[in-house]
């Protein structure tokens, strides 16, 4: 109480004592909390870049010896020595961050609308349109051209009735061309086809021949295709002949001209048929199989192994069939019942869209470079990858074709088609569907979280999907699912800045050019996020060293006049432990006290700077979003003010100060115990 | 004289004191120029992410799903090469291209070889092989996916499309099939036309092939500058198939954004047809246009706040600076009470009192001060100039601390200091 009560007596000097270490404490505590705020700052900063290696999609051509025979193939240049070293990377290396597998499955939506290259405009390519491409017609033939030697039929039909067709495709007006092929003369025997003959005919591969024809001309004039007339074709062609004669030009097959603002451009006679026209090929799958399977064993030898029934029927599909009544009539007999299971199976695939599961929707290329960007909604959160919930993203084109929107539910059912094989590693369609394999999973629905837009709709490039995906967490496919190592199916994260390292690991094991990197910019402004922290840090150090001097200048000026006071106690018989006590409580009452103050000031000042700064900045400042990527709420970050604020700076200050002081004070009130009381009262500066 | 004889052994009898606030006075000034140095940095750094940082702006058709193929017309491309632009009758004072860099565009011609002796001449133009011009790699999906598959002959690298030498780079495949000269450099002359334009006007041109792809494509792919001549020689028009650019200063977005306004639309998936009112030959936009800006604005957004904090911060640190500079002489002065009763009542005036210790006072302000700038200078080399204004407010405050005390102090009664219990 003694040593609070000189404090009382002094009270300038206590005041002034205090004021400046509060001070001190206050400009110590924000110079913490500046550089704490710039780290947090420049790692969301960081946090915005994505650094993403690619495996590379080259292929190099292989020979293979097989006993006595020569195998040639298209290998990945990727061996499976190379596939290991990927896979231990996130181990081995430490600047990966991890490696991200997509998987594919296929889910069936009930009354999804699917789409296809068709209902978009100069983007019709009929092996994008995979697996919508069966159709099926009643019709009546008008021309057959049958050639037995390769076992086809040729066949120019006109269509009564569309059964099964796609709904982005139009049903041609014209005539349907179609192949037939017919692998046993039992087989020719059962179609019986006849010109004039009516006929149901399920077949693959639907080409929809006048709108590719019309789409070659729209690119060809610069137009578009709702331009195209087939009133502007122009048979006479004569004029047009003798200029190539002229030219000593073969005619090759120009059959007529389309003409066109006073342009004109050939037209040869498979143009002419295709126009109002459809075609496509007729042929059971299960014929393939009629003949057994071949397998080629490793000493070279061939063995043909007979198919099994069940192997057979799993594929068995109707091919064409004479009607002699109706068609409903025929549907619904004995006969037409693999039609009607075909018809069923071929609906459920018309509604069935390509699923891939991701663990980091940003970690695909597309997302990654801005080529599909997130229009309305959000992507994945941490905790839905996590936790598996059952929420997706669907494309626009989707969405719009189905009047889907944020917050919508759509029902899947994920499955796997039989014998389902991959082609590619990029743009996968769904399975067909197979009732031999059935469903993998019951319906169950899932949450459009955000819809996506693709740059270049139906693109066929390494690392595209088509707009028929929809995107899940990979925890959500509870079933089997295809994965690879391959195109859209992997990306490795690297740290940011690490691209350069990464090179040359990989150059120094030998696999150049195994990996293609991406870095969204960031190595553009890494040297500035980096120098950003630096100048933090050194007016960090300077501000340490600010404090220190006040501490330097408080023992100088306060603690060392206790000097005196210590002497006289000491003659007076105080003893040394009281005095020492007298020492400390007097200073540290006024260190713990302005301790305090400057921790709960600098706190408070630096918490409602930061407040008032980014609550301004989250409802501010028009962010001009005119013409802008990605208007969602993933633009607009939410920040976690509690960690720029960080409370805990404020009780650390006051601490370190507390601390500090006292091992200063108690390491002078010991040096000067061990003096001489008069030597102590002796003032050399007065 | 006396003055200063009194003040210096008075400092030297008491140096820790002195050194104490010497080092008090360098460290507040070296923080005042640190703190001075960091925000203007800060600003410098975020004018580097603002210049480094590309903004992708990509032309699209209305739906925002096609960005190549897209035959963009020659009143769209000519605003990106001209020097000059108008815009409803009148010029613009900076013209539109000097708002972007990085241009990136791609045209189709159709071409057939030639040989020597034959006409320029092209029978089917429908069915004849593209001849593609471009100024990166990266504007065509099937040599953008064979990048690293092309080999580069001679001293020719992916920059020859930025050229306009008469050079070319064909599938591996074609290559063997062509002809070498004595030098081993391999030519092809073409007869080019545009099909959109005409069925009948062709020109040639003659390559030099310096490199080649993976694969049996028969595309031909040449820098954009002569596909943009031989499409004039043609068409007498220039087009692109796709365009994309960045931005030249990022800090002009905005301003930008409004010249984009005058001749591309907003993306929009149902594409409806927007009013282009102030064209007198168009009734509706022909084309969207997406700016990748995301990234920008992410990256700034949180630094330009934490900028905006210290900003806020300064003046209130700074403030606090002069507050301990005005305590700490203050305290300092007022310790020495005793001492000048004791010269007052050894007849000292009151005026010298007041010079000495002033004068002491001003001393170490001014080392404290010039020992901070000079190991800023050594530091920085003043690249950005010290807060002059601050540290003369600072030591200002310091002085105005120990003359307040010191002018009390001699005005007080001396037999009332000597009195004091203290």
Redesign the interface.
Known sequence: MNSLKQLL??P??SM??I??LV??G??LC?SIG?YY??NV?IK??GS??TTIALP???TVKTQEMVGDRVFESEQSVITSEIREWMNSLTDTNPEVKGAYQQQFISAYSEGLHTLVSAM????YSHSKDEPYRDAAFVVTIESLDHDKTSQTVDVAAKIKESLLLHEGYMPPEGSLHFTYRYFSENEWNDASLEIDGTYLVFGQNYVDSDLALRQ?IA????ISMNEVDWNNINYDIEDFVTD?KE?D??I?NVAALYEYNE????LSITDLESIRSARMSVQNPASFLMGGHTVIHSDGTVETVAATDGEINAVTLPTIARLMTDVDTFLSSEEGKLWRDAFKQYEITNQSVPVLGTDLLESMFEFHQ?RAII?SGRSFTKDEYKSGNRVCLIS??LA?ANDLKVGDVIPLAFYQGYDSYLEKNYNPPADQYSSVVGFSTESESFEIIGIY?????W????YTFTPNTIFVPNKSITCEAYTDNTGIFYTIILKNGSIDKMKTYQETLGYQ?IF?FYD??YS??ED?LT??LS??R??LI??I??W???L??F????V??LKQTAGMMLSLGSGRKNTLIHILTSTLSLVIFASAISGILGYS??GS??D???SN?STHES??T?????ITSD?N?V?DLTVQKLPQIAVFVAVVQILVFTFVIWIYGHSIMKKRPLKLMRN??? | MFIVEYAINRMK??R??CI??M??T???V??LC??N??LE??EH?LD??YQ???V???V??LR??????L?IKDYIVSLFLSDESTFLGKKDVIPFSSYVKNLKFKLNLKYQYLVEGQ?V?I????DADDLIGLTHLSTD??I??ES??ITYFENYSESLFLSDESVCIVSADIFQTLSKDKEGNCYVRLAVGD?????DIFAEQRFKVVGTY?GDNRNIYCPWEIIKALSIKITGMIHTDSLSFSIKNNRQ??IF?EL??RY?T??D??GTLTDYEASNVLTYYEYA???????L???V??????I???E??QP??IM??F??GF??S???V???K??FA?MRSLGTKKGMVFGEAFFEQFFLGIIGTALGLIVYYMSYHFEIRPPWDNIVAFLLCYLLGSGVVIFWIVNVKVMAILKEK?
């Open positions: 007596r002094q300038t000097q002034i004592c004021i400046m001070l001190s206050t400009v924000m500046l705020s710039a700052t969301e900063a915005v870049y590379t999609n080259r978009e405009e100069s983007n070659d690119e060809r004039f610069k190539l030219h030009f073969d090759g342009k004109s451009s050939t801005n229009t626009e084109s719009l837009r693709q740059s270049n709709l693109a066929d490039t390494s050019d293609y969204q910019g553009q402004i500035t120098d950003y100048t933090t050194v007016m300077i501000g060293t600010t220190i001097a006040v330097v200048l023992h100088a000026l306060y060392t006049k000042m630096l700077i930061i008032y700064v980014y900045a962010i001009n005119t013409f802008s990527a990605a633009t970050l920040r050399k500066e007065n | 009898r008491g820790k004191g104490a606030l080092m008090l360098f460290s507040f070296l923080y640190i703190l140095n960091t940095k800060k750094q580097d992410i480094n940082l590309d992708e702006c990509v699209s058709n925002g799903t096609q960005t190549d193929n035959y006409e001449f029978s089917n133009l429908r999906s099937l953008a996916q690293n598959a099909s959109a334009y005409s069925e993976e977005i905005d954004k984009l306004a591309f907003n993306v998936i149902t246009i997406t700016v990748y800006d995301g990234t604005n992410k990256t957004s949180s630094i330009k706040d934490n905006k904090v210290l806020i911060l209130v640190i606090m600076s507050f301990i305590l700490s203050f305290l300092f007022r310790n020495r005793p001492e004791v203290e």
